[in-house]
């Protein structure tokens, strides 16, 4: 059986061994809209729960526009010129529009990145904040929520007469969807905030994980920390699986977005009757499988459906390596899950923390293989999994020891895949 792996820019064709159920489960998506300009152009002039985007325009001397990172493939160079027509036509000049990169506490966007994320004729004709969540400086400090957590939000943002999110919808290892209020917190926030809104009082929650929404608490502290940050007004898209927009969700914050959600999770859900024995995934490719901290999603998305003691490869191509300085240095730190898990949980928080620690948590009661060719050796004793430069034994390490006829859940594009075992 040959599959085409979602791995890099290119991909990565595979031939998987015979002697095992197969399951393949590939990302749903609806069908491509046909006329996405129009349908952004509509969807701006009638959005959901607000006035249009025109009149809230109007009499405003500036906006702020807070678009993904390179770390997300939001189409922003498609979406980002309708809304800045509008804008523009409102009467809100070119000088007086920022774009805020939603960088959380990622890196900054290289010149090269803002080109790619914006497109050249856009970055070079307005404003750029490019968030740095360690400047606690270029945030304002806006008070907490109702729960203690402290806000501190791009001055860029916050400051604006308009203040607009741009993004799209998929599910996400802790928030259960993206889109909506994370443009803001993580996506503009402080690392004072964002530290505590990736705690483990966050990541251990049984609800804070893919798919689940109504009930997170985290999506819930979000929503505040927005609505206290003054969102105006959204932008999301659902994505088919070539990227291409197949819906389109503008207007109040909240109500926009939840009816993004409701869209996207009706496509995408897939359901096993029983847990597989095995999984063989990805991070989707580029550019979420750049470094091994954001591989973490291909795993946390397909711990799901493996059975307790089950084995999961992730196949991410990890060009930029392991990931930040702090999140290597954590790595290396530890010599198991379980020593790390012990270690942060009443501790003050570090940067990155958490992506190990959702990894930790499934490795509870999985094993991880990772088949990531650009984590430099150094890193590979220190995995707390075995790692492979090559296909074929990473899955002949996968399929040791399974019986015959086990079941194998094949997921060549990771994360885009919402699945989940029937009760």
């Not at 701006?44 to 678009?67: D, F, H």
């Not at 966007?109 to 004709?125: H, Q, S, V």
């Not at 400051?159 to 993580?186: C, N, Q, W």
């Not at 905030?193 to 985290?218: C, Q, W, Y």
């Amino acid at each position: 059986m040959n599959v085409d792996l979602a791995f890099g820019k290119s991909g990565l064709r595979v031939d998987l061994p015979p002697g095992f159920q197969y399951q393949l489960l590939e990302a749903k998506s609806a069908a491509p809209l046909a006329d996405e300009n129009a349908a952004l152009a509509a969807a701006l002039e009638n959005p959901i729960g607000c006035l249009p985007l025109r009149q809230m325009a109007q009499g405003k001397k500036t906006a702020a526009i807070s678009v993904c990172d390179i770390t997300r493939p939001a189409p922003n160079r498609r979406t980002l010129p309708v809304v800045l027509k509008v804008l523009h036509e409102a009467g809100i000049p070119a000088e007086g529009i920022t774009i805020c990169i939603a960088t959380g506490l990622h890196r900054v966007a290289t010149p090269a990145e803002l080109n790619e994320i914006l497109g050249e004729e856009i970055a070079a004709r307005y404003p750029i904040y490019n968030h740095d969540a360690k400047i606690l400086a270029d945030h304002r400090h806006l008070g907490a929520t109702a729960s203690g957590i402290p806000i501190h939000i791009a001055e860029a943002f916050v400051s604006a007469d308009l203040r607009i999110t741009l993004g799209f919808i998929e599910p996400h290892l802790m928030l259960g969807y993206s889109g909506g209020r994370k443009l803001v917190a993580p996506g503009l926030a402080a690392q004072e905030t964002i530290k505590v809104i990736h705690s483990p009082r966050f990541m251990r929650n049984a609800l804070s994980v893919e798919g689940s929404i109504d009930a997170n608490p985290l999506h819930k502290e979000l929503q505040e920390i927005a609505r206290i940050a003054g969102q105006n007004f959204m932008l999301d898209v659902a994505l088919t699986r070539k990227r291409e927009i197949a819906a389109v969700f503008a207007g109040h914050p909240e109500q926009a977005h939840a009816a993004g959600v409701d869209f996207v999770s009706k496509v995408m859900l897939e359901k096993l009757d029983t847990p597989v024995d095995a999984a063989l995934t990805t991070c989707a490719g580029y550019p979420l499988d750049l470094t091994l901290y954001q591989a973490v999603k291909g795993v946390t998305a397909a711990s799901h459906i493996v059975r307790d003691g089950g084995k999961i490869l992730i196949c991410a191509e990890c060009t930029e390596g392991a990931g930040a300085p702090e999140f290597q240095q954590m790595i290396k730190a530890f010599s198991s899950p379980t020593a790390f898990l012990a270690a942060v949980e009443h501790a003050p928080v570090e940067v990155d923390q958490w992506q190990l620690e959702k990894l930790a948590l499934v490795l509870a009661s999985k094993q991880v293989l990772f088949l990531t060719p650009g984590v430099p050796e150094e890193f590979h004793a220190s995995m707390w999994g075995p790692v492979f430069q090559s296909f074929a034994p990473a899955m002949a390490s996968l399929t040791d020891g399974l019986p015959p006829n086990a079941r194998i859940a094949v997921i060549p594009e990771g994360p885009y895949v919402l699945a989940r075992v029937s009760a």
